[in-house]
């Protein structure tokens, strides 16, 4: 990524959005904080960019994250995962610990962290492993990882089936101010490829609701149990949404996350042998879209992580039922979004804004990136009035396994500015 470093930088013209509103203003950012925000501001000694048209936001907060180094850089490593974050105006990721070897230790969380700021300004937040090895009995020394740096916990990609140890996770997680962010799936009921009621037409194994509701149960119950908080990774049945919900009205200390991919495409929309619409939890039914935009539309649902999960072409090469689960996500994160919510009128940009920026920054534990004087410089421009077609050659990710290929999509993603650094991939440079 090609990032263009200044100590003054003068954004003219633009709108600004943030969860609260809109309006009409320029920023200058000095020294990678902004200055000033106000109407036809000078500043001689700064360099200007005519943002006219474009929306400036707050950057956005991804609390899930697959970058496959160590272990599979073919797939993805730090480097190419962190432009991709960039592409798609995503200022903070939450890197998950299923790499190889298993990011359950001090020195592989600090080291992460250290190679990640020799590489890109964006903020890397490593998710440590909640047990050795994410075996699922031995829990890692929580002190040691946080004091390490790391941002979360959590097992993604298995559950941690034994509650008790899942209890202690959580209560430890607790005392060190920070979330466990739950896969929840119960195996027994899992092993297919897509959603059950999808898997006839395809040809394949199916996996039931119930693999994600009864563990969505189960780990909302430790968290009750334990009066402890838990974050539910990748809800995407209606069950999930009213299992949340229910917990959250008690007074429980329930988070909930939607993916982009959940919230645009139903299990109708997956192309007969296409593994880049292979992800776990499965795209489900209409229905269960409409239980979670209305999980959103509620509250229950506080949060848009990608669960970005790159595979190189030739890992998914293979029939529905062998390929790995998982579709890559950070650089059209917004835009698919958008077009699902905004774009549709369930909400407006405000509350995405709060979904990709306010509810992600809560969940784990940080301060949001803001739009005020004094505030670090971490701004997105966005195209509100483009639509456009994702194509694999455009992607900065290694891996192509993207269902939205060819598909429009409305608003994207044009420019950040992090800190002294910017950046515009798309026509005017920034």
């Not at 995962?81 to 890197?95: P, Q, S, T």
């Not at 034994?162 to 997680?173: D, G, M, Q, S």
């Not at 539910?232 to 429980?252: D, K, M, N, P």
């Not at 369930?346 to 969940?363: Q, R, T």
Request: glycine fraction near 10%.
């Amino acid at each position: 990524m090609d990032w263009k470093t200044d100590s003054a930088l003068l954004l003219r013209g633009g709108t600004i959005a943030t969860s609260f509103g809109t309006r009409e203003a320029d920023i200058l950012i000095r020294d990678g904080k902004i200055a000033e925000i106000g109407s036809a501001l000078e500043a001689p000694d700064a360099r200007v960019a005519d943002v006219a048209g474009l929306t400036i936001c707050p950057g956005f907060v991804d609390i899930h994250v697959h970058l496959r180094e160590p272990g599979a850089d073919d797939s993805e490593t730090l480097e190419s995962g962190l432009d991709a974050a960039a592409v798609g105006g995503i200022h903070h990721l939450y890197c998950m610990a299923n790499t190889d070897p298993v990011n359950d230790s001090a020195e592989q969380t600090a080291g992460l962290i250290e190679k990640a700021r020799g590489l890109s300004p964006l903020e890397l937040h490593p998710v440590a492993a909640v047990t050795r090895g994410l075996i699922g009995d031995d829990l890692t020394n929580f002190e040691e990882l946080v004091q390490a740096g790391a941002g979360a916990f959590s097992n993604d990609g298995l559950p941690v089936e034994n509650v008790k140890v899942l209890e202690r996770a959580l209560e430890k997680a607790a005392e060190l101010s920070r979330t466990v962010l739950v896969h929840a799936e119960d195996r027994k009921w899992s092993g297919g490829a897509v959603d059950v009621r999808a898997a006839k037409r395809l040809g394949t194994k199916g996996i039931h609701v119930e693999a994600e509701d009864l563990a969505t149960a189960r780990d909302v119950g430790a968290a009750m149990d334990t009066n402890a908080s838990v974050h539910v990774c990748h809800v995407s049945t209606a069950g999930s949404v009213e299992i949340v919900r229910g917990a959250r009205a008690a007074g429980g200390r329930i988070s909930a996350e939607a993916t982009p991919h959940h919230l645009l495409l139903t299990y109708d929309d997956i192309p007969e042998g296409d593994t880049n619409y292979k992800m776990s939890p499965p795209l489900r039914a209409p229905s269960d879209v409409e239980a979670l935009i209305g999980g959103i539309l509620d509250g229950t649902v506080t949060a848009i992580a990608t669960d970005h999960a790159p595979h190189s072409p030739a890992r998914k090469d293979y029939p529905l039922d062998e390929a790995p689960f998982g579709a890559i996500g950070l650089e059209t994160s917004f835009a698919v979004s958008h077009t699902a919510l905004v774009a549709a009128g369930h909400i407006g940009l405000e509350g995405l804004l709060s979904l990709m920026v306010d509810g992600p920054a809560e969940i784990a534990g940080i301060s949001p990136p803001r739009i005020e004087v004094g505030a670090p410089a971490e701004l997105n421009l966005l195209d509100l009035s483009v639509s456009w077609s994702v194509a694999a050659n455009d992607l900065a990710s290694r891996s192509r396994n993207c269902p939205f290929l060819g598909r429009r999509l409305e608003g994207r993603v044009v420019g950040a500015v992090h800190g002294t650094q910017a950046f515009r991939r798309v026509a005017r440079s920034v």
